[in-house]
């Protein structure tokens, strides 16, 4: 098993920026990338960024060029770097671990909320 813990959402203004930690325990090992998904009221969940065991990464169009993932092996965290945060960024940002390429996530985090408002 794996448990994923997220930290680092709150308000914000837009333009603003924010840093989302997720720190991993247990079976890690067997994740083989991690990532962040959000969810808007009334909305589906939408995956945002993702980051391979390798390092590659994969972004939503709606954020390219305004975040950045990536990943500390040695502490096994992944952090989401956001900038030019535009209300329609405010969800709640939820980070996953799957366990091989092309499949779904296996583990979910708790989920942390992010507010872009003036």
């Known amino acids: 098993q794996v448990q994923l813990v997220e930290s680092g959402g709150g308000l914000v203004q837009p333009g603003g920026s924010l840093r989302l930690s997720c720190a991993a325990s247990?079976?890690?090992?067997?994740?083989?990338?991690m990532g962040w998904y959000r969810q808007a009221p009334g909305k589906q969940r939408e995956l945002v960024a993702a980051?391979?065991?390798?390092?590659?990464?994969n972004y939503a169009d709606s954020v390219k060029g305004r975040f950045t993932i990536s990943r500390d092996n040695a502490e096994n965290t992944v952090y989401l770097q956001m900038n030019s945060l535009k209300p329609e960024d405010t969800a709640v940002y939820y980070c996953?671990?799957?366990?091989?390429?092309?499949?779904?996530?296996?583990?979910w985090g708790q989920g942390t909320q992010v507010t872009v408002s003036s």
């Open positions: 980051i391979t065991r390798g390092g590659s990464t």
């Open positions: 996953n671990g799957a366990l091989g390429p092309g499949l779904p996530p296996s583990y």
């Open positions: 247990g079976s890690i090992f067997s994740i083989y990338a």
